[in-house]
């Protein structure tokens, strides 16, 4: 089954309702220019104590290297999402220097097919596609181009799928293109970072229910 990735908490509630839930990866946002950013203190207060199995991601946005370091490290981070213009060395370097089981996430943002090209220059764990949006990296509740990636070969079993995602359209995109994962934020919110425990609830169901039908 397609994996489930939340991101933009920044409540502890919501996050604690998320894991009742069965969601098992987090995303934290640490871009303050985002409505959902939290700050690595907050953050310490939205992670600690969480189960073991639970996936703690933190997303930024053209990091200065110390801060991404040092805040990977004392946040103790299972995952590192990098959804800005990072250069590939980056990437590399993240590989390099980072704990050993911590997976690197390269979001490419898809305003046309160009974004493809770019797959073949980093080499992340996974990568995530989002829809483009000239004021903002992400968490816009656009809808991605799917005409776009429908013409592109691409290597879903990499990728964590975003830009628009809901309960009321998950089981078509899962469809189309059967990603690693999904990622979901304003698609379950009530308001920007403060999610919606239904919402939550009924994404999972649906996704579900599509597995069930195709079984």
Same mark, same amino acid.
């Given at each position: 089954?397609?994996?489930?990735?939340?991101?933009?908490?920044?409540?502890?509630?919501?996050?604690?309702?998320?894991?009742?839930?069965? %969601?098992?990866?987090?995303?934290?946002?640490?871009?303050?220019?985002?409505?959902?950013? %939290?700050?690595?203190?907050?953050?310490?207060?939205?992670?600690?104590?969480?189960?073991?199995?639970?996936?703690?991601?933190? !997303?930024?946005?053209?990091?200065?290297?110390?801060?991404?370091?040092?805040?990977?490290?004392?946040?103790?981070?299972?995952?590192?999402?990098?959804?800005?213009?990072?250069?590939?060395?980056?990437?590399?370097?993240?590989?390099?220097?980072?704990?050993?089981?911590?997976?690197?996430?390269?979001?490419?943002?898809?305003?046309?097919?160009?974004?493809?090209?770019?797959?073949?220059?980093?080499?992340?764990?996974?990568?995530?596609?989002?829809?483009?949006?000239?004021?903002?990296?992400?968490?816009?509740?656009?809808?991605?181009?799917?005409?776009?990636?429908?013409?592109?070969?691409?290597?879903?079993? /990499?990728?964590?799928?975003?830009?628009?995602?809901?309960?009321?359209? !998950?089981?078509?995109?899962?469809? /189309?293109?059967?990603?690693?994962?999904?990622?979901?934020?304003?698609?379950?919110?009530?308001?920007?970072?403060? /999610?919606?425990?239904?919402?939550?609830?009924?994404?999972?169901?649906?996704? /579900?229910?599509?597995?069930?039908?195709?079984?």
């Amino acid at each position: 089954m397609v994996r489930i990735k939340i991101c933009g908490f920044t409540r502890r509630q919501d996050i604690e309702d998320a894991v009742s839930l069965g %969601v098992r990866i987090l995303g934290i946002n640490f871009v303050s220019s985002s409505p959902r950013f %939290v700050r690595v203190k907050e953050a310490k207060k939205l992670l600690e104590g969480l189960p073991r199995d639970i996936i703690k991601v933190g !997303v930024f946005v053209n990091p200065g290297e110390k801060f991404l370091f040092e805040t990977a490290k004392v946040l103790n981070l299972e995952g590192v999402q990098l959804h800005g213009s990072e250069p590939p060395w980056l990437v590399k370097k993240l590989k390099e220097r980072l704990s050993s089981g911590i997976l690197v996430i390269k979001a490419l943002r898809v305003r046309n097919s160009e974004f493809a090209g770019k797959i073949k220059a980093y080499k992340p764990d996974y990568f995530l596609l989002d829809s483009y949006s000239e004021k903002m990296y992400g968490g816009t509740g656009k809808s991605i181009d799917c005409g776009c990636l429908e013409s592109l070969e691409l290597p879903w079993n /990499k990728i964590f799928l975003a830009g628009g995602i809901t309960p009321g359209n !998950v089981k078509e995109m899962i469809s /189309k293109f059967n990603p690693y994962a999904i990622d979901a934020a304003s698609g379950v919110e009530i308001a920007p970072g403060v /999610k919606d425990r239904e919402k939550i609830k009924q994404l999972i169901q649906n996704i /579900k229910g599509f597995y069930n039908d195709a079984a």
